[in-house]
Structures are given as structure tokens and as C-alpha cells.
């Protein structure tokens, strides 16, 4: 039984990628609440609207920098480098666009918050299938699947000022890679990838996730120290820097060795 689910494993990949997809035919368009702009902190500062939620993406540039900088003598591969580089450049300018967004939170400024975060995600998905899956798989989807992530946004801004907003390919942009990732850590093992990174960056992400689900609640429960939004940037600027760590040759915290690439 084993054997036979590792010897069909591309197939699962490929029923739960159409499975995925064929949903969004089944729920309807999904608008953008407004209520999302409503963040429990928007306390100013030295003339910065929403200072904490500004701030806090500071740290995607550091991230985004320090990646930039290894990639030039530390990837473990260097045929990972263009999407590589794509992705710290996506961390960095998701600095920037979130900055811009929280500076004047609305459907207009959402646009530059989503999109650089789209070029991350879709640039990890490919390095990762790249390096679990098969590597010629991971090369030509870098650029479609940017090209999607992209046009994900525009056409939810779109519909969006059309009156009947849909955020349904962006969503997708989001959950699959989360759906499929976790199922290809089982099926598939590694060529250069320590699981451990990647498994600290599906943590952190959930955890950001829940850090921004928690906003208010957070905020209340430290005292307006710090609001679950500012934090889940922080976390996933964390999460960040296990992605782009975990392209690198072996890590000096980790006792994992790769097994010799074949078939890339």
C-alpha cells in the first residue's frame, strides 16, 4: 500500500492541484471586506500614520538584504539563483509595499501590499517543488506561476472597482502552495532542503496567520503594546528568513546532510 502511494505521488500533487482549482468554481465571487482596514492599532508617531504597522515590515528588508548577500557564495545550488533572487527581492519590496499600504490603508494601497507578496510566494513554491518534486517542473513554472500571482491581484482590483470584487484566484495563490507543501514534505525528500527550515517556515506562517486573525485580541491582551497584525509581521519576516536560509549549504545549527542531487 506504501509503495504504491509513493510510485503515485505526482498524481496526488495533481488531483489536489485540480481539486483546488475546480473549488473555486463552486464558491462564489468573494469581495474584499472593508473591515480589513480597520486595524486595532493605528496609533501615530513622529508624523507616521498606523507607526507600529508601518514599522514593523522593517525587518523584510534586512531579511531580503541578508539573502541578497548569500546568494552570491552560500546557495546550495546555483541553479536556484534567479528564482532565489527573485524571492529576496519579492521579501524586500513586500517592505515597501506593505509599508505603503499601512500608511494609508485602503482597496487602492492593498494592491502594492499583495502584489510583492505574491512574487514571494510563488517563487518559494517554485525552489521548493524545484528541489522536492522534480527539478525541470520547478524551472518552468517560476515564471507562469508569477505571472498568476500577479494577475491574481489585478483581477481581484479589478472586479473590485467594477463592483463585485473577487478574490478567489488570490486565494488560491495562498492555499495551494499551503495545501500542497505539507503533502510534499511526506511524498518526496529532499535534495538540498533541510526539512527543518521548511518546516519553520509553514510555523511561522501559521503563526502570522493567527497573529493577524487575533488583531485586536492581542493588542487588548498586551496592554496596546503591540497589536496581532504588527506581530504577525514580525513573524513572518521570521518565516522569511528560514526560506531563504534553507537554499543555502547546510546551516551550521543543523546536523542534516543532503543526499547528492540527481535528475535536476
Known amino acids: 500500500m506504501k509503495g504504491k502511494l509513493f510510485m503515485n505521488r505526482h498524481m496526488i500533487l495533481v488531483v489536489l ?7 473555486m468554481f463552486f464558491v462564489g465571487p468573494i469581495p474584499q471586506d472593508l473591515e480589513y482596514h480597520n486595524f486595532s492599532d493605528q496609533t501615530a508617531l513622529w508624523g507616521i500614520p498606523n507607526f507600529s504597522n508601518v514599522m514593523s515590515n522593517i525587518g523584510f528588508i534586512f531579511v531580503g538584504l541578508w539573502g541578497l548577500k ?3 557564495t552560500e546557495l546550495a545550488c546555483q541553479d536556484y539563483k534567479l528564482p532565489y533572487l527573485i524571492l ?8 515597501f509595499g506593505s509599508g505603503w499600504y499601512h500608511l494609508w490603508p485602503s ?3 492593498l494592491v502594492w501590499d499583495r502584489l510583492p507578496m505574491t512574487i514571494a510566494f510563488m517563487s518559494l513554491f517554485s525552489l521548493i517543488i524545484r528541489d522536492y518534486v522534480h ?3 520547478g524551472r518552468k513554472m517560476l515564471f507562469p506561476a508569477l505571472f498568476f500571482g500577479a494577475l491574481s491581484v489585478f483581477y481581484w482590483y479589478i472586479t473590485e472597482q467594477m463592483g463585485a470584487g473577487d478574490l478567489r484566484p488570490y486565494a488560491l ?6 495545501l500542497l507543501i505539507p503533502v ?15 518546516g519553520l517556515v509553514l510555523l511561522f506562517y501559521l503563526a502570522a496567520k493567527g497573529a493577524e486573525f487575533y488583531d485586536g485580541l492581542i493588542y487588548d491582551a498586551l496592554a496596546g503594546s503591540i497589536s496581532g497584525h504588527s506581530l504577525k509581521h514580525l513573524l513572518a519576516a521570521a518565516g522569511t528568513y528560514y526560506a531563504l536560509r534553507m537554499f543555502l549549504i547546510a546551516s551550521e545549527d543543523s546536523h542534516y546532510e543532503p543526499p547528492k542531487p540527481q535528475g535536476l
Not at 492541484?17 to 473549488?23: D, K
Not at 529576496?88 to 517592505?95: K, N, Q
Not at 495563490?173 to 499551503?178: E, K
Open 88 to 95: 529576496a527581492l519579492g521579501i524586500i519590496l513586500t517592505a
Open 173 to 178: 495563490v495562498q492555499f495551494l502552495p499551503g
Open 184 to 198: 510534499i514534505m511526506v511524498l518526496y525528500r529532499p535534495k538540498y532542503i533541510n526539512p527543518l527550515n521548511l
Open 17 to 23: 492541484t485540480l481539486v483546488a482549482v475546480g473549488s
Open 70 to 72: 548569500k546568494s552570491q
Open 135 to 137: 527539478g525541470k517542473w
Open 107 to 109: 482597496n487602492q494601497s
